[in-house]
């Protein structure tokens, strides 16, 4: 893990999810924090070796590998920590992930780990509302809405730099696994058509390198979205059940579900992709013989 700067104020951890840091004297602002105690054991050597003392934990979403190190920085500091609404319940509760993974129900033991239930910790400051400002000592930071890849994801904005979360994946990450994860696929299309309408100095999406021009790998995120989409209409222009539709789209990209954990991520996503469609009256519904089917809408 390196610490690397983007602006004055403004840095981050280089690491597998990249973690903001901004500088408010010489206290730091966490921007996510990472998977676990390992993390965070790497964060807090890192900010004493910079004489940076952890004031707080802002979290983009809820996604264990975003907060998974909340629980030991603040046993070990004290430090607040900031999130939007929905976030903060699963933040505070982690359980709630796996569960909704599980249908509701009691999850199975492969969906209780560290990936996707984080140790709970104490989100001390709910947003409850986004393009609000934070005040600081020093400094304020813009909180906006970066809704798709969870419920309410958020971005925030620092001297120019926008720290985007998960909203955005690098054109090698499209290119090898093409099936990325989202929640709801009509946010996730406003989001990055605003991310390619925005013109901040730097931005900072958590799992590829900072960019001065997010314009082009929004355009990327996007055409994959609409590719997938055209895939699931044309495997539904026959009756097919749930099961049937997420095993032909692993199929046609090729991908090889190899864990119960990536099954049920899955499962999400093509869900996700079925209640958009459906939403917009592009595909049909039928209860028939207990089972639920799904078909191309005719128009």
Not at 20 to 33: C, P, Q, R
Not at 39 to 52: D, F, G, Q
Request: glycine share 4%.
């Amino acid at each position: 893990m390196e610490l690397k700067q983007l602006t004055e104020q403004v840095y981050y951890l280089d690491a597998p999810t990249n973690i903001g840091l901004i500088k408010d004297g010489n206290d730091a602002i966490l921007i996510d924090s990472g998977l676990d105690d390992s993390v965070a054991k790497k964060i807090l050597r890192i900010l004493k070796e910079n004489n940076l003392t952890l004031k707080a934990i802002i979290n983009t979403h809820f996604h264990a590998d975003h907060c998974g190190a909340n629980n030991y920085l603040q046993q070990e500091t004290g430090v607040e920590i900031y999130a939007y609404k929905i976030e903060s319940a699963i933040i505070n509760y982690p359980y709630l992930e796996p569960l909704a993974f599980f249908s509701g129900a009691n999850p199975i033991k492969d969906l209780k780990n560290k990936f996707l239930m984080a140790k709970e910790s104490q989100v001390n400051h709910v947003l409850e509302d986004t393009n609000i400002k934070l005040k600081f000592d020093s400094l304020e930071v813009e909180i906006i809405p970066l809704q798709g890849h969870s419920v309410n994801q958020i971005g925030v904005v620092a001297d120019g730099v926008l720290f985007c979360g998960d909203s955005i994946f690098s054109q090698k990450v499209i290119d090898k696994h093409k099936l990325l994860f989202y929640t709801d696929i009509e946010k996730q299309k406003a989001t990055l058509e605003f991310l390619a309408e925005t013109n901040y100095d730097w931005y900072l999406p958590s799992h590829t390198k900072a960019t001065d021009d997010i314009r082009e790998l929004a355009k990327g995120n996007l055409d994959c979205i609409n590719e997938i989409e055209e895939v699931i209409l044309k495997i539904v222009e026959s009756v097919k059940s749930t099961e049937q539709i997420l095993k032909e789209t692993l199929d046609y990209y090729k991908a090889k579900v190899k864990s119960l954990q990536q099954y049920h991520l899955m499962k999400t996503l093509i869900m996700a992709y079925l209640s958009s469609l459906y939403n917009n009256d592009r595909t049909e519904l039928e209860l028939r013989d207990n089972c639920l089917y799904w078909k191309k809408a005719n128009q």
